[in-house]
Protein backbone atom coordinates (compact mmCIF):
# COMPACT_ATOMS: atom_id res chain seq x y z
CA UNK A 1 0.00 0.00 0.00
CA UNK A 2 1.26 3.33 -0.96
CA UNK A 3 -0.02 6.76 0.62
CA UNK A 4 0.97 9.80 -0.19
CA UNK A 5 1.67 12.43 2.42
CA UNK A 6 0.75 15.88 0.85
CA UNK A 7 1.98 19.31 3.00
CA UNK A 8 0.46 22.40 1.73
CA UNK A 9 2.84 24.93 2.62
CA UNK A 10 6.16 25.27 1.16
CA UNK A 11 8.03 24.12 4.66
CA UNK A 12 10.14 21.33 3.79
CA UNK A 13 10.55 20.52 7.37
CA UNK A 14 7.07 20.27 8.68
CA UNK A 15 6.50 17.81 5.36
CA UNK A 16 9.46 15.82 6.77
CA UNK A 17 7.71 15.49 10.16
CA UNK A 18 4.49 15.02 8.71
CA UNK A 19 5.81 11.80 6.80
CA UNK A 20 7.82 11.09 10.00
CA UNK A 21 4.66 10.95 12.30
CA UNK A 22 3.19 8.94 9.22
CA UNK A 23 5.61 6.08 8.77
CA UNK A 24 5.45 6.02 12.61
CA UNK A 25 1.60 4.97 12.45
CA UNK A 26 1.49 3.23 9.27
CA UNK A 27 1.13 -0.16 9.02
CA UNK A 28 4.19 -2.78 8.16
CA UNK A 29 4.03 -2.88 4.45
CA UNK A 30 2.71 0.44 3.96
CA UNK A 31 4.92 3.07 1.95
CA UNK A 32 4.96 6.70 2.53
CA UNK A 33 5.42 8.96 0.02
CA UNK A 34 5.94 12.82 1.08
CA UNK A 35 4.98 16.13 -1.03
CA UNK A 36 5.79 19.71 -0.70
CA UNK A 37 4.14 21.93 -3.03
CA UNK A 38 5.98 24.24 -5.62
CA UNK A 39 4.28 27.77 -4.63
CA UNK A 40 2.34 29.24 -1.56
CA UNK A 41 3.05 30.17 1.92
CA UNK A 42 5.76 29.20 3.85
CA UNK A 43 3.32 28.51 6.25
CA UNK A 44 -0.91 28.67 6.09
CA UNK A 45 -2.20 31.12 8.63
CA UNK A 46 -5.05 33.31 6.88
CA UNK A 47 -8.01 32.53 4.88
CA UNK A 48 -6.21 33.67 1.78
CA UNK A 49 -3.38 31.95 1.84
CA UNK A 50 -5.59 28.87 2.71
CA UNK A 51 -7.38 29.32 -0.34
CA UNK A 52 -4.01 29.70 -2.00
CA UNK A 53 -2.77 26.76 -0.58
CA UNK A 54 -5.79 25.00 -1.80
CA UNK A 55 -4.60 25.50 -5.69
CA UNK A 56 -1.08 24.50 -4.84
CA UNK A 57 -2.49 21.36 -2.93
CA UNK A 58 -4.51 20.28 -6.04
CA UNK A 59 -1.74 20.43 -8.15
CA UNK A 60 1.13 18.87 -6.00
CA UNK A 61 -1.25 15.72 -5.86
CA UNK A 62 -2.56 15.10 -9.26
CA UNK A 63 0.37 13.52 -10.51
CA UNK A 64 0.02 10.84 -8.27
CA UNK A 65 -3.77 9.64 -9.41
CA UNK A 66 -3.15 6.19 -10.30
CA UNK A 67 0.02 5.86 -8.64
CA UNK A 68 -1.41 6.27 -4.49
CA UNK A 69 -3.24 4.05 -2.98
CA UNK A 70 -4.86 7.49 -0.67
CA UNK A 71 -3.66 10.39 0.06
CA UNK A 72 -3.34 12.05 3.35
CA UNK A 73 -3.56 15.80 3.81
CA UNK A 74 -1.18 17.01 6.23
CA UNK A 75 -2.52 20.46 6.19
CA UNK A 76 -4.40 21.21 9.91
CA UNK A 77 -7.01 23.03 8.11
CA UNK A 78 -8.28 20.05 5.59
CA UNK A 79 -7.32 22.26 2.65
CA UNK A 80 -9.28 21.96 -1.06
CA UNK A 81 -10.53 18.52 1.01
CA UNK A 82 -13.95 18.21 -0.41
CA UNK A 83 -11.84 18.71 -3.77
CA UNK A 84 -8.97 16.75 -3.70
CA UNK A 85 -11.55 13.97 -2.84
CA UNK A 86 -13.23 14.45 -5.87
CA UNK A 87 -10.44 14.94 -8.24
CA UNK A 88 -8.40 11.71 -7.07
CA UNK A 89 -9.52 8.07 -7.99
CA UNK A 90 -8.53 7.05 -4.40
CA UNK A 91 -9.62 7.63 -0.77
CA UNK A 92 -8.63 11.12 0.18
CA UNK A 93 -8.14 11.84 4.03
CA UNK A 94 -7.98 15.38 6.07
CA UNK A 95 -5.64 15.24 8.86
CA UNK A 96 -8.22 17.42 11.65
CA UNK A 97 -11.20 15.67 10.10
CA UNK A 98 -9.71 12.35 10.85
CA UNK A 99 -8.34 13.73 14.23
CA UNK A 100 -12.04 14.66 15.01
CA UNK A 101 -13.72 11.22 14.10
CA UNK A 102 -11.01 9.31 15.99
CA UNK A 103 -12.03 11.72 18.98
CA UNK A 104 -15.62 10.95 19.10
CA UNK A 105 -14.43 6.93 19.05
CA UNK A 106 -12.69 7.31 22.03
CA UNK A 107 -14.65 9.21 24.28
CA UNK A 108 -17.38 12.20 24.23
CA UNK A 109 -16.24 15.08 23.75
CA UNK A 110 -12.58 16.74 22.40
CA UNK A 111 -10.46 19.80 22.41
CA UNK A 112 -8.68 20.45 20.21
CA UNK A 113 -5.49 23.55 20.86
CA UNK A 114 -3.03 24.87 18.00
CA UNK A 115 -1.37 28.25 17.39
CA UNK A 116 -2.26 31.50 15.54
CA UNK A 117 -6.35 31.41 15.05
CA UNK A 118 -8.71 28.96 16.98
CA UNK A 119 -11.96 30.62 14.96
CA UNK A 120 -11.47 28.36 11.59
CA UNK A 121 -10.81 24.99 13.48
CA UNK A 122 -14.40 25.76 14.62
CA UNK A 123 -15.60 26.49 11.16
CA UNK A 124 -13.88 23.25 10.13
CA UNK A 125 -15.15 21.40 12.72
CA UNK A 126 -18.65 22.57 12.36
CA UNK A 127 -18.12 21.69 8.59
CA UNK A 128 -17.27 18.24 9.91
CA UNK A 129 -20.98 18.42 12.37
CA UNK A 130 -18.92 17.88 15.29
CA UNK A 131 -19.51 21.68 17.02
CA UNK A 132 -21.70 19.47 20.10
CA UNK A 133 -18.44 17.25 20.72
CA UNK A 134 -15.98 20.37 21.12
CA UNK A 135 -15.16 20.75 24.66
CA UNK A 136 -13.07 23.73 23.67
CA UNK A 137 -10.44 25.39 21.98
CA UNK A 138 -7.01 26.90 23.10
CA UNK A 139 -4.22 29.08 21.44
CA UNK A 140 -0.75 28.80 22.60
CA UNK A 141 2.09 31.66 21.68
CA UNK A 142 3.80 30.23 19.56
CA UNK A 143 4.80 29.81 15.61
CA UNK A 144 4.37 26.81 13.26
CA UNK A 145 8.35 27.50 12.87
CA UNK A 146 9.06 27.53 16.41
CA UNK A 147 7.43 23.75 16.70
CA UNK A 148 9.97 22.77 14.55
CA UNK A 149 13.32 24.17 16.36
CA UNK A 150 12.11 24.55 19.41
CA UNK A 151 9.95 21.31 20.30
CA UNK A 152 10.36 21.17 23.86
CA UNK A 153 9.39 25.08 24.77
CA UNK A 154 6.21 24.28 23.03
CA UNK A 155 5.59 21.31 24.56
CA UNK A 156 6.16 23.08 28.15
CA UNK A 157 3.27 25.67 26.32
CA UNK A 158 0.72 22.73 25.35
CA UNK A 159 1.07 21.06 28.48
CA UNK A 160 -1.07 23.03 30.56
CA UNK A 161 -4.00 24.24 27.76
CA UNK A 162 -4.48 20.48 27.66
CA UNK A 163 -4.51 20.21 30.82
CA UNK A 164 -7.30 23.34 31.28
CA UNK A 165 -9.17 21.71 28.00
CA UNK A 166 -9.41 18.12 30.39
CA UNK A 167 -10.70 20.21 33.10
CA UNK A 168 -13.39 22.02 30.47
CA UNK A 169 -14.88 18.19 30.10
CA UNK A 170 -12.42 17.15 26.66
CA UNK A 171 -12.08 13.53 27.16
CA UNK A 172 -8.79 13.87 24.47
CA UNK A 173 -7.49 16.55 22.56
CA UNK A 174 -6.49 17.21 19.20
CA UNK A 175 -3.26 18.63 18.26
CA UNK A 176 -3.90 20.97 15.84
CA UNK A 177 -1.24 22.09 13.23
CA UNK A 178 0.91 20.29 10.73
CA UNK A 179 4.19 21.65 12.47
CA UNK A 180 2.66 19.85 15.99
CA UNK A 181 2.94 16.33 14.07
CA UNK A 182 4.83 13.73 16.41
CA UNK A 183 3.67 16.46 20.02
CA UNK A 184 1.63 13.33 21.01
CA UNK A 185 4.92 10.81 21.09
CA UNK A 186 6.80 13.33 22.45
CA UNK A 187 4.57 14.31 25.48
CA UNK A 188 3.16 10.88 25.77
CA UNK A 189 2.42 10.52 29.88
CA UNK A 190 2.87 13.62 30.48
CA UNK A 191 -0.67 14.85 29.24
CA UNK A 192 -3.64 13.79 31.41
CA UNK A 193 -5.93 12.99 28.43
CA UNK A 194 -5.25 11.07 25.06
CA UNK A 195 -3.43 13.38 22.28
CA UNK A 196 -4.15 13.22 18.66
CA UNK A 197 -1.83 14.05 16.29
CA UNK A 198 -3.99 14.31 13.00
CA UNK A 199 -1.28 12.54 10.69
CA UNK A 200 -1.29 9.64 12.43
CA UNK A 201 -5.41 9.57 12.42
CA UNK A 202 -5.33 9.87 9.05
CA UNK A 203 -2.81 7.21 7.75
CA UNK A 204 -4.42 4.95 9.44
CA UNK A 205 -8.17 5.74 8.16
CA UNK A 206 -6.70 5.66 4.94
CA UNK A 207 -5.32 2.33 5.29
CA UNK A 208 -8.82 0.93 6.59
CA UNK A 209 -10.40 2.49 3.60
CA UNK A 210 -7.76 1.33 0.80
CA UNK A 211 -8.61 -2.24 2.86
CA UNK A 212 -12.52 -1.85 2.60
CA UNK A 213 -11.95 -1.31 -0.86
CA UNK A 214 -15.50 1.06 -1.23
CA UNK A 215 -16.05 1.93 -5.06
CA UNK A 216 -15.31 5.71 -5.78
CA UNK A 217 -18.68 7.46 -6.35
CA UNK A 218 -20.11 7.56 -9.79
CA UNK A 219 -22.56 9.86 -9.45
CA UNK A 220 -23.22 13.21 -7.40
CA UNK A 221 -20.83 16.05 -6.10
CA UNK A 222 -18.00 13.61 -6.08
CA UNK A 223 -17.64 11.81 -8.74
CA UNK A 224 -15.34 12.46 -11.09
CA UNK A 225 -14.71 15.31 -13.54
CA UNK A 226 -14.16 15.08 -17.15
CA UNK A 227 -14.34 17.00 -20.18
CA UNK A 228 -13.59 20.42 -18.18
CA UNK A 229 -11.21 22.80 -20.25
CA UNK A 230 -8.77 25.00 -17.91
CA UNK A 231 -6.05 28.20 -19.16
CA UNK A 232 -3.31 28.56 -17.80
CA UNK A 233 -2.76 26.02 -15.04
CA UNK A 234 0.13 22.87 -14.03
CA UNK A 235 -0.98 20.54 -17.33
CA UNK A 236 -0.72 17.75 -15.06
CA UNK A 237 -4.16 19.02 -12.79
CA UNK A 238 -5.77 20.37 -16.13
CA UNK A 239 -5.61 16.89 -17.92
CA UNK A 240 -6.81 15.26 -14.97
CA UNK A 241 -10.03 17.35 -15.12
CA UNK A 242 -10.20 16.76 -18.57
CA UNK A 243 -10.37 13.24 -17.59
Known sequence: MRILVSNANMTQAITEACAESA????????????????????????????????????????PFAGQVDAVVLAVSHDTALEAARQLMPCPVVGMTEAACFTACMIGGRFGLVT?????????????????????????????????????????EKLLPEIAALAAAGADSVILAGAALAGFDERLRGRAVVPLLDGIACAVRFAEGLCRAGYPKPSVGSYAPVKGRTLSGVDPGLAGLLGG
Do not use: K
Open 23 to 62: RRAAAPGTEIIAATPRFGAAVISSRVENIIAGHALLETIA
Open 115 to 155: FGNAETYRELIARHGLSSRLAGTAVIDVTAPQAVSEPEMVA
